[in-house]
């Protein structure tokens, strides 16, 4: 019996030590491996397959029936499909981040409606090879902030709170186009 003791304490000991290897080793980073590449509002990214960019950035407030005020920035986006294939781009492919906190997009909410209509956010359909897709993105914002980053892969565009415009309750009809997709134009 204490050979058995003495074989399961050496057995725990080696297993501890061997956990304790991975907490001393050297994480080896490549400096190059990252191809973040920030730009301003205004300012679209380009990769091989794709333009990104952000195009303007509003606040606006809307009380619920229940007498709360919630604050939201609505973000307008263009994607441009760059490939010679069909891709798959939704609003959840954007990242959003309030001073490096991950923020996730709002849905379409009916207190929406004195701003914009549905058939303007930034929509769930794919975007055909050399098509442009635009539209909004809404994120509800809890706390005061100075930076923005909106992300999409490699393409980060960076706005401060200055940057934002409050936006007014809009005249009827420029609440009621619709989120668009065009041929993309040249690019350089």
Sequence with gaps: ?????????????LTTMASFTGCFSKEQ????????????????????????????????DVTTDYGETMHYLLVSVSYTNLSDKEQDITKRNIEFYLDNEEIISSEYRSEFEDYFKEGLLFNDNNVNSGRTKRGYIVYRIYRDYSTINVCMNDITVTANKSSVTPLAKPTTSDATEQTTESTAGPTE
């Design 29 to 60: 980073t490549n400096p190059t491996e990252s191809t973040q590449v920030t730009y301003q509002i205004g300012s679209p990214g380009k990769t091989e397959d794709f333009e990104f960019g952000v195009t303007g950035i509003n606040s606006f």
């Design 1 to 13: 019996m204490k050979k058995f003791k003495n074989a399961v304490a050496l057995l725990l000991m």
